[in-house]
């Protein structure tokens, strides 16, 4: 991987560019429905991914994290005939109050599922997924079933109707810094440790290291990831409710980190485009019409029992054929998928 | 005492001296048992009838009808919760495989249940079928039915996906989830957005009057508990008094061992798998009695066999059991002695409840380490 001039590198680059001038090339409903979509759910996923990679904490909240830094903000920023609190903040205080909320809850959470690994952390995440859909459904004071509309985004954004653009470029830049921050993150000691404790919890604890602290820092760092691309949400729709995060929405972002591949940040993005792409485009193919999900569950399914790398490790197979190396996505195996038993 | 060990080489993070540990340890007990004991004391003498707390039934001294009818709704939710639970932790405890789509399972079995029950009886009018029109059998049957037609499908889904996957248990899940998401796109496509109820049998529609403190008592919800009694005991006797249920037993503690002593595995694991969705198809079927069939209704019963499975102990019967009597009773008493302005936070008490018990033991109540 020291070589200056990689595929991966190649087609990373070519992919910049684009983002960078596709304002200029696609048309603005590409833009501003569906790229900047694109890059807050990868905002998400990226979170999940970091969780699942470097942590082996494979964890269905992400989604309810990002609502409740969403619902924050519609909270404290709306100022009107909205549910909610209407507090009428200027936007920017809001999005300090959501994120540190979300990192709050996100402590909360992390220490409470901390001591828990595998499946167990995923079925626990996994009712912190539903509780947090059915407060906000039930709780009228802070949403309620018909969540909060109309809300403002900071002067400099505008109006996403108006100006798709600036809120499109701000997500990218959002995401660029993300994925830089996550990569130094899990280079740097703290993400070299959540490394060992993936690999080797017990050897870990055995050297002095707190394995619960360390999952719940990780999982509240996630949490900070995961209510960006909730602030963005917000802002680009304007309006949250409960069906924003229920059990749906949660699937569908294990469904962009699965197939993006869930061993590679930038997986979260080449997920999130595919998601996207095939929500806003299959409904056009006659016999799939409103049966998106099948669809996507289907897609899941196959990726699942095929390549669990993902889109990301089939393109990583696909220049390994050429480039002759054996080195293949399974070889890394960050993600503990486990080992097939044989056959008794 | 045990002899003191020598440090670690290297200690991160906070350190503390014995002292300070013990006194840490005695603050969390009896934090603990001020939050357990609060509600216990603000439900039997405390909760009001007016002022700004006011709840709408007063203490269980106040009121001890309304005391007593929550504490039989709690119960007999916990039947419910039981059936469907049960066969989650059955599956769980045998083979390591969450299944995710058991809350699916739960809506299919409802669906196919209601289906059949009106082509038994006919479409009934606006709202269904009244319990006037509907006989014993014609509940009974689509009971049975939906129980082994679910049952069919969890099998198809194990045999088709899981069984090449065994010890995989993180993909099992995945492959569980998107079952999940198909399975329930396509009921909504063929069942429509529309909540439906499955109609009781007229024998079940009456009031049962208990002659204490006057109270006249649903009859559905003591069928509820009855069929989820049956069930827990007919699944007792099954694990402990017969050669299958000695090696499923024998199965959850090792695999590997008891298909070397030349135990057809796979085909307990089957079994095992049948009768687990099966119950999450009765459960669908009971619940669709009880509560109605929605889209969406599937995400509250895999939260509800989450949170009884998490809380009791993974793959254990009795912690089934327990876990289900403590959501049941939670959330009835969460929903009737929070104050008025209040009661729509009972959800943040199943949280609670989940927080506790992993605070205090990370595998649940009955769970062993995996």
Known sequence: ?344 | MEAPLRQPARVRGLRLTRTQIRALRIAGVVLLALALLFPLVWVLFLAPTTGAGATSFGSAVHDPKDFLITLLNGITAAGLYFVVASGFTLIFGLMRVVNMAHGAFFLFGGYVALKLQRHLVGEGGAFGLTSSQVNLTNWIVPAIVATAVVGAMGLVMQQLFLRWNQGQDLRQALITIAVSIILADQMLAHFGGVAEDIAWPRNFDKFVNFHVYGIQYTLTRLVILAIAGGIGVLLWLWLKRTRTGMVIRAGVDDRAMVSALGVNIQLTFAIAFFVGSGLAGLGGVIGGSFAGLAPGVDANWLLYSLVVVIIGGMGSLGGAAVGSLLVGLTTNFAASYLPANYTYYSIIFTFVLVAVVLAVRPNGLFGRPA
């Not at chain 1, 539903?130 to 018909?146: E, K, P």
């Not at chain 1, 990218?172 to 810094?177: C, K, P």
């Not at chain 1, 963005?232 to 924003?244: C, K, Q, R, T, V």
């Open chain 1, 1 to 344: 991987m020291t070589r200056l001039v990689s595929a991966d590198r190649v087609v990373g680059t070519v992919a910049l560019v684009f983002a960078a001038i596709a304002p200029a090339v696609v048309n603005a409903y590409w833009v501003g429905a569906l790229l900047t979509q694109m890059l807050f759910l990868g905002i998400v996923a990226a979170s999940l991914i970091f969780l699942s990679a470097y942590g082996g904490m494979v964890s269905l909240a992400q989604v309810s994290i990002f609502g409740i830094a969403g619902f924050v903000l519609g909270n404290v920023t709306t100022n009107g005939n909205t549910k909610g609190l209407n507090l009428g903040w200027d936007p920017w205080l809001g999005v300090v109050l959501a994120l540190a909320i979300a990192v709050g809850v996100g402590l909360l959470f992390g220490a409470l599922a901390s001591r828990s690994v595998g499946i167990y952390f995923l079925m626990i995440t996994l009712t912190y997924a539903v509780i947090a859909n059915l407060f906000f459904g039930q709780v009228t004071s802070v949403s309620g079933f018909g969540g909060i509309s109309g809300i403002p985004t900071p002067h400099i954004v505008g109006s996403p109707d108006a100006h798709p653009n600036r809120l499109y470029y701000i997500s990218l830049v959002t995401a660029l810094v993300v994925y830089v921050v996550l990569r130094y993150v899990v280079r740097a000691p703290v993400g070299l440790t959540l490394q060992g404790l993936r690999d080797d919890p017990i050897r870990m604890s055995s050297l002095g290291y707190n394995v619960p602290l360390h999952r719940t820092v990780a999982f509240a760092f996630a949490a900070l990831v995961a209510g960006i691309g909730g602030v963005l949400f917000a802002w680009w729709n304007a309006h949250i409710d409960p069906a924003s995060i229920d059990l749906t929405a949660t699937i569908d972002v294990l469904v962009i980190a699965v197939v993006g591949g869930l061993y590679r940040l930038e997986g979260a993005w080449v997920g999130a485009l595919f998601f996207v792409i095939v929500n806003n485009y299959s409904q056009r193919i006659g016999f799939i019409g409103d049966r998106f999900h099948t669809l996507i569950g289907a897609i899941f399914l196959a990726i699942v029992l095929v390549s669990p790398g993902g889109l990301i490790g089939l393109w990583e197979r696909f220049v390994n054929l050429f480039s002759g190396r054996r080195r293949g996505p399974l070889d890394r195996n960050p993600v503990e998928l486990g080992h097939a038993e044989p056959s008794v």
